[in-house]
Nanobody, 115 residues
Framework: QVQLTESGGGRVQPGGSLTLSCAAS????????WGWYRQAPGKQRELVAI???????NYADSVKDRFTISRDIDRNTVSLQMDSLNPEDTGVYYC?????????WGQGTQVTVSS
């Protein structure tokens, strides 16, 4: 059973940066694909970034050119570098892993952008 552990959330001022990380355990094999979702208060969960098994990445329009998803294949981890943060980026961020036909989710980490 794959387990995902997230870290790196917190509070930051507008214009600041944060890096979220997500580590997979419980598997000896490379995670096929990764992604990050977020959920703002009172809103539905939305896809932020996705990295496919081949290494290509897609982003939501709202974060394009500000966020960067990257992975470490050897360590089975994924990161989300978030720059130029604004209050609309506030929410709980969840990583997910697409692995061997299953989808696995992290517990979520809070990101608050506020002055």
């Amino acid at each position: 059973q794959v387990q995902l552990t997230e870290s790196g959330g917190g509070r930051v001022q507008p214009g600041g940066s944060l890096t979220l990380s997500c580590a997979a355990s419980g598997t000896m094999f490379t995670i096929d694909g990764w992604g990050w979702y977020r959920q703002a208060p009172g809103k539905q969960r939305e896809l932020v970034a996705i990295m496919f098994s081949g290494g290509n990445a897609n982003y939501a329009d709202s974060v394009k050119d500000r966020f960067t998803i990257s992975r470490d294949i050897d360590r089975n981890t994924v990161s989300l570098q978030m720059d130029s943060l604004n209050p609309e980026d506030t929410g709980v961020y969840y990583c997910y892993a697409d692995h061997s036909g299953g989808l696995y989710w992290g517990q979520g980490t809070q990101v608050t952008v506020s002055s």
